[in-house]
């Protein structure tokens, strides 16, 4: 699911690039020829888009994962590329605003001025943000992580394991039949006895039967003995 | 050391991608809410406006006032001079009583563009059609200028005459300035502190002031030639 909607924006992105450049030309052609201006001064506008569509044909050339499928990027790239058009649209299309009456020309060439530095400001940005994850390579430090991660789960799980088995004889012998076990049994893999063990034997050994109570004690106080030393 | 570097190439690129995308969805936001603001429309009973009513008053004055028999006429003035000005009163009457205003009487709701046809027809018809066109040159009778007229009742008033003159077109041309600005609804507009959609009644309201302000400015000019006419009539 991820990866459809990651391949839409992906396409969205490019196709919505080629349209606010579109858009950004036209109206732009139309402002220097009012002004009488050679377009070629406005090269600083398109500088941006000319960059971003490199990047993206870098990225689609060079099978670039860290860009290509990066969903946010791509998103925020989506976004950008809307608000451009959005801007481009509104200042062809809406004539509530006086001064496109004013002008008369169709356009309205006051309110795209306006947002011209902060459509550059989006566009290098972008450019920015594509170039750094053009070095970013999400795999081998991913990979480096997941080794991290398993190593530590291996410890972690070995730390437990070997907890459990150091009571567990002991406890299943004084609570069922207060049958001693082996000593291979009773020492356990590591030396660590903590005080949960301890509480677990002294609380078993609180109800002993009549029988052989007196024995049990004195078994289960020389194998903490032990166990202690 | 390399997969801090990485951590780090991360991190910017995507605080520069959070940046930005707050930033396009601002202005995403932002122009959607200009473009609705634009859109509204704002009710209006001018039919029970007071200014309205003394407008339509006052064109009714004027027409009163410049319903005279110049042949009557004894005083100062040359006759031919009397006829010049009635001639300029009743076109100024016809520019202020225009389709537009006339039309205005049945309107329930206006939006910006309204306003704007507003001010452009009242630029057009009343201050350049009338106040300039053919009130102007009561600014400089009885000055030292050459060509300026002989018209002794009237030589006393000419400061007033200036005055009002400079004022109603700088009006006009001040409310278009503002009214321009609509389209820079940007924090670097002086329209941070009021809505666009505020504007709307508060740039009609200004308008019928400047326009109320214009017919009276007419009438006056009738009153005084009205009562020129009336004191120096033959059976007076």
């Known amino acids: 699911m991820k990866r459809i909607i990651n391949g839409i924006f992906l396409i969205i992105r490019f196709l919505a690039l080629l349209a606010a450049f579109a858009l950004s030309l036209f109206i732009i052609l139309k402002m220097y020829q009012r002004l009488n201006k050679n377009i070629v001064d406005s090269w600083q506008v398109f500088l941006p888009y000319f960059l971003l569509l490199i990047c993206y044909a870098l990225n689609l050339i060079l099978h670039q994962k860290s860009v290509n499928s990066d969903i946010f990027y791509n998103l925020v790239s989506c976004v950008v590329m809307g608000a451009i058009i959005f801007i481009g649209y509104r200042a062809i299309m809406d004539k509530n605003m006086i001064a496109s009456i004013k002008l008369a020309s169709g356009i309205n060439f006051n309110y795209y001025a306006d947002h011209i530095n902060s459509i550059k400001t989006m566009l290098y940005g972008l450019v920015a943000s594509n170039v750094l994850l053009m070095f970013y390579r999400p795999d081998k430090a991913k990979k480096k992580e997941a080794t991290i991660n398993t190593t530590d789960n291996v410890m972690n799980n070995k730390d437990t394991n070997t907890q459990e088995p150091v009571a567990q004889p002991i406890i299943n012998s004084i609570q069922n039949d207060f049958s001693i076990p082996n000593k291979e049994e009773i020492i356990p893999q590591s030396n660590e006895i903590n005080s949960e063990n301890l509480r677990n034997i002294n609380e078993s050994t609180q109800h002993p039967t009549e029988t052989n109570s007196e024995l049990s004690r004195e078994e289960i106080e020389r194998m903490i003995n032990e166990l202690k030393l | ?236």
Do not use: W
Not at chain 2, 184 to 193: F, K, P, R, V, W
């Open chain 2, 1 to 236: 050391m390399r997969k801090m570097i990485m951590e780090y190439i991360d991190l910017f690129s995507k605080m520069i991608l959070i940046l930005i995308f707050c930033f396009a969805s601002f202005y995403i936001f932002i122009n959607i809410y200009h473009s609705k603001q634009l859109n509204k429309t704002v009710n209006i009973d001018i039919a029970s406006d007071q200014r309205y009513i003394n407008i339509v008053n006052n064109l009714a004055e004027i027409e009163k006032n410049v319903d005279f028999n110049v042949l009557n006429y004894t005083g100062e003035i040359d006759r031919y001079d009397i006829t010049n000005m009635v001639g300029r009163l009743n076109l100024c009457n016809t520019k202020l009583n225009n389709s537009y205003f006339k039309a205005m009487n049945e309107m329930t709701e206006i939006s910006i563009t309204d306003v704007y046809t507003f001010l452009s027809i009242y630029r057009a018809d009343v201050v350049s059609g009338c106040v300039v066109g053919q009130l102007f040159y009561l600014t400089t009778i009885g000055t030292d200028d050459k060509d300026a007229l002989s018209f002794p009742p009237f030589n006393t008033y000419q400061p007033y005459f200036k005055l009002v003159t400079n004022e109603i077109v700088n009006n006009a041309s001040y409310f278009e300035a503002e009214l321009l600005n609509n389209g820079s609804y940007y924090y670097n507009s002086n329209m941070a502190d009021q809505t666009v959609f505020n504007s709307v009644s508060s740039h009609f309201s200004n308008i019928l002031s400047a326009y109320e302000r214009t017919s009276n400015y007419v009438v006056e000019i009738s009153r005084l030639l009205n009562e020129e006419v009336t004191n120096n009539e033959k059976n007076h």
